[in-house]
């Protein structure tokens, strides 16, 4: 059971990626652009790596979905309602990536206002730690999780100088 999670949760994310792909096209068709190209080479890496180290020590250690799997269930769940909101709000801006499109705008939406980031800090953080409680995969927390939290820091850190220096003096829009 604990495997089949652990393949469902990545085809959820492949299908997230899909429309993901068809937002970038547009994106770029439409005279927008791409930052962070190099940071967002490691995220991807390390978010695939952590899937796949997470299933590894599942089959290795033969996990059997427990009490902490649960925990780690509930969190994936949550995590993937989150993203589901955050991509029902940005709509046709959002992406994987870190894009702009022309003459970009604040969503203004509550959740945005609220949650500094909340594809980050309530979708992407969860899951993560959602897989790891799910898979009983603590060797991967304790030796990945600080490299994509380290790589994941950079990635808010380019999204901020863009959110203060391009989008937010662009106007808001409402979400």
Not at 28 to 44: A, D, M
Request: glycine share 6%.
């Amino acid at each position: 059971m604990v495997l089949a999670i652990i393949l469902v949760t990545f085809l959820i994310r492949l299908i997230f990626l899909k429309r993901s792909i068809e937002n970038e096209k547009r994106i770029l068709s439409n005279g927008g652009q791409e930052f962070g190209v190099e940071n967002t080479k490691r995220l991807t890496l390390a978010h695939i790596i952590f899937y796949l180290s997470c299933f590894v020590e599942a089959m290795v250690h033969k996990t059997n979905f427990d009490g902490m799997s649960m925990v780690g269930l509930v969190l994936l769940i949550f995590s993937m309602l989150m993203l589901m909101l955050v991509i029902h709000l940005l709509g046709d801006i959002w992406t994987v990536k870190l894009m702009l499109v022309n003459n970009h705008k604040f969503v203004d939406h509550f959740l945005f206002r609220t949650v500094k980031h909340p594809n980050y800090f309530l979708n992407i953080l969860p899951e993560l730690v959602g897989l790891a409680l799910v898979s009983h995969a603590y060797v991967t927390f304790i030796f990945i999780f600080p490299v994509y939290a380290t790589i994941l820091y950079h990635r808010i850190a380019e999204e901020e100088k863009l959110l203060q220096e391009v989008i937010i003096p662009n106007g808001r829009m409402k979400g």
